[in-house]
């Protein structure tokens, strides 16, 4: 099993590989949700996400999440065939979570060197969520 600390980590390469272990078997743990950067304009990025949350209205889908945990979960979501058995199978050893749960061992956290990246313009999952109504 590996847990992943997402802070500072580009959440799309941080997808890419999750997804990519996961579905090779691995079980994958990701700490610190609300920490992982989206890169882009304050503007551009909240455009998107707020389209992709008001699409559909409250009646009909699809429902988009507003929490930290809950995007990222999607975003690596959709880079699993998540229909068919192998995917559904590789998403549920998947476990993302806000912050550090009790029980886990900051030293043995790892990292994603292909997902480390300092942008100039970012914003960080949470701040997205914040934006979007979130109280965590």
Same mark, same amino acid.
Request: glycine fraction near 34%; aromatic fraction near 0%; charged fraction near 0%.
């Given at each position: 099993?590996?847990?992943i600390d997402a802070t500072g980590l580009v959440i799309g390469r941080l997808a890419t590989n999750v997804a990519k272990r996961a579905l090779k078997g691995e079980q994958i743990d990701i700490v610190n949700a609300e920490k992982a950067i989206v890169i882009g304009s304050r503007e551009s990025i909240l455009e998107t996400y707020k389209q992709k949350y008001y699409? #559909? #209205?409250v009646r009909k889908g699809p429902w988009y999440s507003r929490m930290p945990d809950k995007i990222l979960k999607r975003t690596i979501r959709g880079m699993i065939p998540y229909r068919t058995g192998h995917g559904a199978e590789a998403l549920d050893r998947v476990k993302v979570y806000i912050g550090c749960p009790k029980g886990y061992d900051a030293s043995k956290f790892q990292t994603v060197d292909e997902a480390k990246k300092s942008p100039v313009r970012f914003m960080t999952v949470g701040d997205i969520s914040k934006e979007l109504g979130v109280k965590f």
């Open positions: 099993m590996a847990v699409v #559909g #209205g």
